[in-house]
């Protein structure tokens, strides 16, 4: 059977952002009424049931993340949206926010319900300007039309939302560093314990959660728990968004079920490997989770199953290698990025990215030497497991990947003091632009 976009469908139609079209089309705000008629529990254990995995990166379950959120204290508590979306090879959230606002927004109020908070506030990525402005005009229809305020609905229930624009930096996409820039404060990860769930936001219970994640709850609670479950495999349920770009014929965004394979995405609604071209690898979730190799696409998209390969299905943000690609080149570009972001906090990572990319230039041009190989190993596994957050880990990962899968070009590079393949790669082609 077909799958029929949910979170999608209706992206393409003019003025699929405005606030008429949303109540139109998509049955707005039914959710946030129907919600409003059970206890915030009620919410929870459907969310649960739903199997609603965070679609942020770490495929954490929503429903639990929530039920952690002290409920046992005066303080306020908060819903934190994290729209910050800089993960190379990634660009799906943004294109939720601008197309279909309103299911966020609405997302965010039936979040703030569920777990008794009364805020949330959307950190939206500093590039995203333009998304930003149409948010912000969306929400303030939405307080004008009862969907935001005070006693929405004559529940009792009031819910503001806001927008924190952030400056740029990879780093706040990581929770605790998200909370600091809210705060005010550099985007710097936090040591956990305490977790946000319990001293989050102004230290206060806070659940931070991914703008595609919020976007599938006013889809449980309108459908169903099991409605939800039924679209995917077993703990992988409900819409997905796959990003894909690189070496594709049609890059963009595109949903499916976890059902759908690696092989599906890339060859049947990207289109194939441009130019017809072998294919070399793949990254299946932004640029921080390993490589995956062409004897492995027939596995589903879904978490457990690009997990039990060997990689992670992270963000979701498929980066399709053909096989010009330099492995070194791969790596020293990635590397290029996360010394850039590194936030500067830990010594291992913000000293060893730094190394990484200096021996992989050296690589690059010609002067590497044999120990050079042993030495990016040494210091990529001083760095993994050694950082508070997982920055580190990400950023050594693109060196560990490609030696594991691909040490013969790492040798070839120092052996004849180039890379021995073909030219066409060295038009360096943009890899990680999506179809914005």
Partial sequence: ???????????????????????KNQRGYEGLRKALTVTPNDIIEQVKTSGLRGRGGAGFPTGLKWQFVLKDTPKARYICCNADESEPGTFKDHVLMERNPHLLIEGCA???YAIGAKVAYIYIRGEFYHVQEILEAEIEKAYTAGYLGKNIFGSGFDCDVYIHRGAGAY????????????EGKRAQPRLKPPFPAVAGLYQCPTAVNNVETLCNVPLIVLNGAEWFAK?????????????????????GVYEASMHT?????????????????????????????PLLTPDQLDIPASFDGVQKAGSLLGSAGLIVLDDTVCMVWLAMN????????????????????DWLYKILQRLERGEGRSKDLDLLFGVSNNIVGKTLCAFGDAAATPVLSTMKLFR?????HVREGRCTLPAAWRAKQPLFAGAH
């Fill in 171 to 182: 780093e706040a996409g990581e929770e605790t560093a998200l909370i600091e820039s809210l």
């Fill in 110 to 112: 039936i979040s703030c």
């Fill in 1 to 23: 059977m077909a799958y029929e976009p949910v979170l999608t469908k209706h992206i393409n139609e003019p003025n699929s952002y405005t606030l008429d079209f949303y109540m």
């Fill in 231 to 251: 679209l995917g495999p077993e703990k992988n349920g409900g819409p997905k968004l796959y990003c894909i770009s690189g070496h594709v014929k049609k890059p």
């Fill in 334 to 353: 990635l590397l290029h990025f996360y010394r850039h972001e590194s936030c500067g906090k830990c010594t291992p990572c913000r000293e060893g990215c």
């Fill in 261 to 289: 394979t690696l092989r599906e995405l890339i060859y049947d609604h990207a289109g194939g490997v441009l130019g017809d071209r072998p294919l070399k690898a793949i990254i299946p979730g932004g640029s921080s989770v």
């Fill in 408 to 412: 013969a070009e790492y040798e070839a």
